[in-house]
């Protein structure tokens, strides 16, 4: 069956908005919902249909990495279609013929060949890569790419040559704070390995746990863990996990600070004075920064390191190791008068030159291990080797610091994740902006980004939520080029995307209806959803200035369901743009359909939340809804009769607005702004 695509040679990448338009005009028209999209497409006439006859080949080099990925593909293509496929690779012709030229590298770096080219005619589908990685992140595309009008499902006809924007595409996972079992972590690489991310950085030790099971120490995690840790051999599977996937994994052992869930078991590690060198030490509950750090004038701490990082160097083979090194408050080291010594016969006079010299100890044991040194801004400092990476947690102008200072360098800080940001603004987050005062050389010393998931909130249900999909955001931003920059095309996208990752077994969407059941202790939990569906948790820092949290705090309330930058923010403003700019009857009929379920929603959902011990605190949300809906609603209609409301209404209306927009019950509304809009234009 050959469908009608449009004009063939439309080049794509920066042209979305006009792909957009046409895919929504007609059912077989391409809909281009790829994420991240390519370096470049170009949509030609003619598909391929998904017939019980498809298969998939490797023609030339393949091993079981590939045809592991093979299988998986044929998998979710079968499961995505309802099409009962063969779902291992065939032999000889296929109708997806995969060319691998090799297997990449035997332990994947930041300059693995990641690009593939994918070229689908109506005879065919043929993906081409220099190495398995190409090939993964290409079987990944070619998922993508699937369409279907009413009764079938189809390939369309594409030429895509693609290869990405940065090295270095990370996602973090704090998992410290707290800990998060293995299933959830193989979901995550389930779910960057869609997006095509290929850095796993694992911060696996903090003040409040160490997580990763050493057999020469086994008091780091027999007393500094609560039982909760990784084993040695689920860290080799993880390792092994993520590689079949193309991504690395780049453990962090935080030091010298941050480190005091190592001295619960080995207070010798720790500046302090006295017979427990400041201790006993406990597993850290509380959140912040923290005295305890590890000596860096004895002799013992760095024979410790070194049989500590030769254990873990077998385990995670990558590259780079990551020592942390950020927020080291330097309380301990001043108030040590032996340390203080030590520091004034090397001229060490601060604090950061003192971790400095502890850096420069390090460097040759992990150097020993063939590891490079990677770790946050503060090892950014006089007398650091050049081979170390530099990881900016404090934003642009310390990574172009550091860029101008010949280190390599990645992003962090403004992929927070915990901040609970927008999509569009992670998105509109650019490692080398637009208009860069870096010179060519020092630009291509910026590898990457990654998004940070900090873990003080966040439980194995919550954390999908905070991850997804806002990292496949961030994960376009350091894949595809830097004009693939249109927010509206970006969120249309996304949503579709959201779908997927859900087909890969992550539940940021499903965990939201898990939690408010639970809340409220039943399953009729329609009014509820209407509520939870415009708001969101307010950021890290704030629940914490509001909550006082701790490791020990309960993460079961409305705050820790609702998700963060959930599609209502986008769509309202969507809708009231257009609403406002041309008095479009679309968006008309859809903000009013919003607004009176608000109204219906808003006393149903207050007689259940007054009712739950749990749902007190966030209760006058229920009220402020339908309040929110009356507003939008009345403006409308003063808008439609272009009648002048009568005096006060205006400020009445934003008044109440003003007042959803207070903290109440640790979580947000998210449709205040183009409410106010709307409220605005019909008082004018
Ligand atoms: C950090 O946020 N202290 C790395």
């Known amino acids: 069956m050959i469908h009608r695509l449009i004009a063939a040679g439309v080049v794509v990448a920066s042209t979305l908005g006009v792909l957009s338009v046409n ?28 017939t019980p006859q498809f298969t998939a080949a490797a023609d ?33 012709a296929a109708t997806l013929t995969i060319t691998a030229d090799g297997p990449g590298e035997a332990i994947q770096g930041p300059d693995e060949n990641e690009s593939y080219s994918l070229e689908v005619t109506s ?3 043929h993906l081409k890569a220099a190495t398995v990685v190409g090939a993964i992140h290409g079987l990944e595309t070619f998922l993508q790419l699937v369409q279907n009008d009413r009764t079938t499902y189809f390939l369309p006809a594409v030429s895509i040559d693609d290869s990405p924007r940065f090295r270095w595409r990370g996602l973090m996972i704090d998992c410290s704070r707290h800990f998060q079992p293995i299933e959830v972590i193989k979901r995550t690489l389930d779910g960057m390995a869609a997006v095509k991310m290929n850095v796993f950085h694992w911060h696996l030790s903090d003040d409040q746990g160490f997580r990763m099971e050493s057999k020469v120490f086994p008091k780091l995690t027999g007393m500094g863990s609560d039982g909760l ?21 780049v453990p962090e052992f935080d030091i010298p600070g941050h480190a005091q869930s190592w001295m619960v078991g080995y207070p010798e590690l720790a500046s302090g004075t006295g017979p427990d060198y400041g201790g006993p030490y406990q597993i850290e509950r509380q959140y912040g920064i923290f005295d305890p750090v590890m000596d860096p004038t ?14 873990m160097a077998e385990i ?33 006079n601060d604090t950061a030159a003192l971790q400095t010299y502890f850096n420069q100890q390090l460097l040759p044991i992990l150097t020993k291990q063939g590891k490079r040194m990677i770790g946050w801004d503060e090892i950014f400092a006089p007398g650091l080797s ?64 990654e998004a940070c998931m900090w873990n003080e909130h966040v439980t194995p249900r919550s954390i999908d939520s905070r991850v997804w999909p806002r990292t496949a955001a961030i994960a376009e931003r350091l894949w595809s080029p830097q004009s693939v920059n249109n927010v509206d095309d970006m969120y249309r996208r996304l949503w579709v995307e959201s779908l997927r990752l859900e087909a890969v077994g992550l539940t940021h969407l499903s965990a939201e209806d898990v939690g408010l059941r639970q809340l409220a202790g039943t399953a009729q939990i329609e009014p509820l959803r209407v509520l939870a569906s415009v708001l969101q948790p307010v950021g890290a820092d704030q629940r914490y200035e509001m909550q006082h ?19 209502s923010r986008h769509q309202l403003e969507r809708l009231v743009k257009a609403y406002l700019a041309n008095h479009d009857t679309e968006a008309r009929a859809e903000l009013t359909a919003t607004f009176e379920s608000w109204i219906a929603a808003g006393p149903k959902a207050q007689v259940l939340m007054t009712s739950e011990p749990l749902l007190q605190d966030p209760a006058p949300r229920a009220q402020q809804l339908a309040d929110l809906g009356t507003a939008g609603l009345e403006a409308i209609l003063y808008i439609e009769k272009q009648q002048t409301p009568p005096a006060g209404w205006a400020q009445g209306k934003l008044a109440v607005i003003d007042q959803a927009a207070k903290p109440v019950g640790l979580v947000r509304f998210t449709v205040l702004e183009p409410l106010r809009d709307l409220v605005n234009a019909a008082g004018k």
């Open 316 to 348: 995670f083979p990558d590259t780079y190791m990551h020592i942390g090194g950020d927020e080291n408050n330097g309380v301990q080291w001043k108030a040590n008068p032996k340390i203080q010594e030590f520091a004034k016969k090397h001229n060490l």
């Open 386 to 449: 050049k081979d170390a990476v530099i990881e900016s947690w404090r934003g642009f102008d310390s990574l172009a610091a550091s860029a101008k200072a010949r280190y390599d360098g990645i992003l962090a800080q403004p992929y927070y994740l915990d901040h609970m940001n927008s999509a569009e603004q992670h998105y509109r987050a650019d490692p080398v902006p637009v208009g860069t005062m870096l010179t060519p050389d020092e630009q291509a010393r910026i590898l990457g980004g």
């Open 60 to 92: 030339k080099f393949h091993d079981a990495r590939l045809d592991a990925a093979i299988s998986r593909m044929l998998v979710r293509l079968k499961a995505q279609t309802g099409v009962q496929i063969a779902t291992t690779p065939a032999s000889g």
């Open 229 to 249: 840790y990784y084993t040695q051999d689920q860290a080799r599977e993880i390792v092994a996990y993520a590689r079949e996937r193309g991504i690395r994994v």
């Open 123 to 125: 005879s065919g589908a």
């Open 549 to 567: 949290t701790s490791q020990l705090t309960p993460m079961d309330h409305l705050i820790d369901t609702v998700r963060p930058d959930p599609p």
């Open 23 to 50: 895919a929504q005009t007609s059912s077989s028209a391409f809909n281009n919902t790829l994420m991240p999209q390519p370096a470049h497409l170009t949509v030609n006439a003619g598909s391929v249909p998904i």
């Open 298 to 311: 004895r002799e013992s701490t760095y024979k410790f390191l070194d049989r500590f990082i030769g254990e």
